[in-house]
T-cell receptor, first 112, second 113 residues
Framework: SAVISQKPSRDICQRGTSLTIQCQVDSQVTMMFWYRQQPGQSLTLIATANQGSEATYESGFVIDKFPISRPNLTFSTLTVSNMSPEDSSIYLC?????????FGQGTRLTVV | GQQLNQSPQSMFIQEGEDVSMNCTSS?????WLWYKQEPGEGPVLLIA?????ELTSNGRLTAQFGITRKDSFLNISASIPSDVGIYFC?????????????FGSGTQLTVLP
């Protein structure tokens, strides 16, 4: 298994501002994943963060809104840009070991 | 895209009762994963299934990978208050590298004392 540290654990932000979420893994991994979980909903994949190349975004998510960095094999950041109340969600990073995915504790974002 | 249909959406049970929830899909999955999420936490992996027909236990939890590879169920026996949480099934997205997951809608479990 992998130990994933995510911060901040929660934040309340003003609309129009941006928040960067950090994800640190205790081992080197090829791919890291960012998910969004809207209130009362399941998890939806935002993008795959690849080290050394641009992130791969899922349908409905764009780089301008959710820029991602992956400077090395143990760290990634997700930025939620120009936030609106509709961005209020839990954001989770994840890594996969063999075929099993492990998650950070999530960042609970509230946009006011 | 691939969708996992999970049911029931919520369950209210008495402590000590057994629980069963399931996931179905119109697509074949090669892996089924079951997660539990507690408030303020990320999902935690409970059981992973890799072969059609496989039946795997983890303490009071038992999960099976359906023969058709289009369904899976999770059973919890003799429920206790700490079983409260949201349970998700998940499987790899076929269009991805088999590492990105798609999730069911979740089953919210409440255990009454």
């Amino acid at each position: 298994s992998a130990v994933i540290s995510q911060k901040p654990s929660r934040d309340i932000c003003q609309r129009g501002t941006s928040l960067t979420i950090q994800c640190q893994v205790d081992s080197q991994v090829t791919m890291m994943f960012w998910y969004r979980q809207q209130p009362g909903q399941s998890l939806t994949l935002i993008a795959t963060a690849n080290q050394g190349s641009e992130a791969t975004y899922e349908s409905g998510f764009v780089i301008d809104k959710f820029p991602i960095s992956r400077p090395n094999l143990t760290f990634s950041t997700l930025t939620v840009s120009n936030m609106s109340p509709e961005d209020s969600s839990i954001y989770l990073c994840s890594v996969v070991s063999i075929s099993e995915a492990f998650f950070g504790q999530g960042t609970r974002l509230t946009v006011v | 895209g691939q969708q996992l249909n999970q049911s029931p959406q919520s369950m209210f049970i008495q402590e000590g009762e057994d629980v069963s929830m399931n996931c179905t899909s119109s697509s074949i999955f090669n892996t089924w994963l079951w997660y539990k999420q507690e408030p303020g936490e990320g999902p935690v992996l409970l059981i992973a299934l890799y072969k059609a027909g496989e039946l795997t236990s983890n303490g009071r939890l038992t999960a099976q990978f359906g023969i058709t590879r289009k369904d899976s169920f999770l059973n919890i026996s003799a429920s206790i208050p700490s079983d409260v949480g949201i349970y998700f099934c998940a499987g790899p997205i076929s269009s991805g590298s088999a590492r990105q997951l798609t999730f069911g809608s979740g089953t919210q479990l409440t255990v009454l004392p």
